[in-house]
């Protein structure tokens, strides 16, 4: 699999404040996805994103495949938002689909 | 809803007690794989199945079995459990093609083996 890295590892917000979390990739990538792990551990689907940029409500999100790095950006920022972010991708052209997880940023969102 | 659902939620299990995690898609994807989560070493990939009686090893495939008999399921078997399979386990699936290959996961499985 390819190496992920995320940044920062730890995030610590006042409700209402804005943020950007980062993701570095170390090989081309099929596809790019972001993950909210929620305090019962579940993983939500936050976007599929290969390239270019995409919104959802507060969150949004950019790829830079060809400079292999990924931004997700929260707006606004609510209780609601604590949890671990993941960004995860495969290997350009495998054929496993495997993803390689970063190792998350913790975000703590007080109110 | 489109979605992959994993039981039990919860499992505490005595070392040696073979148990099975069930893991059924109702999208009709192809690709379905399992990891497992613990402190410090993030996501990991147990196996994978391309397809029905298409399976293959993830990265820590020790002490697990996977079958593929029907598209919408991939159970996850645990033969002769033992206290380091302690985890978060997740069921995971993709459409398995190139063009969309988006991973949708299971609300993940908690065994604590004892």
């Known amino acids: 699999g390819i190496q992920v890295e995320q940044s920062p590892p730890d995030l610590i917000l006042q409700e209402g404040a804005n943020s950007t979390l980062r993701c570095n990739f170390s090989?081309?990538?099929?596809?790019l996805q972001w993950f909210h792990q929620n305090p019962w551990g579940q993983l939500i689907n936050l976007f599929y994103?290969?390239?270019g940029t995409k919104q959802n409500g507060r969150l949004s999100a950019t790829t830079v495949a060809t400079e292999r790095y990924s931004l997700l950006y929260i707006s606004s920022s609510q209780t609601t938002d604590s949890g671990v972010y993941f960004c995860?991708?495969?290997?350009?052209?495998?054929?496993?689909?495997?993803?390689?997880f970063g190792a998350g940023t913790t975000v703590t969102v007080r109110a | 809803e489109a979605q992959v659902t994993q039981n039990p939620r919860y499992l505490i299990t005595v070392t040696g007690k073979k148990l099975t995690v069930t893991c059924s898609q109702n999208?009709?994807?192809?690709?379905m794989s399992w990891y497992r989560q613990d402190p410090g070493l993030g996501l990991r990939q147990i196996y994978y199945?391309?397809?029905?009686?298409?399976?293959d090893k993830g990265d820590v495939p020790e002490g697990y079995k996977v079958s593929r008999k029907e598209k919408r399921n991939f159970p996850l078997i645990l033969e002769s459990p033992s206290p380091n399979q302690t985890s978060l386990y997740f069921c995971?699936?993709?459409?398995?093609?190139?063009?969309?290959?988006?991973?949708?996961f299971g609300q993940g499985t908690r065994l604590t083996v004892v």
């Open positions: 995971a699936s993709s459409l398995g093609q190139h063009r969309n290959t988006e991973a949708f």
């Open positions: 090989d081309s990538v099929n596809n």
């Open positions: 994103i290969p390239s």
């Open positions: 995860a991708a495969p290997r350009l052209g495998s054929n496993d689909y495997k993803l390689s």
């Open positions: 999208m009709n994807h192809e690709y």
């Open positions: 199945s391309m397809n029905v009686e298409v399976t």
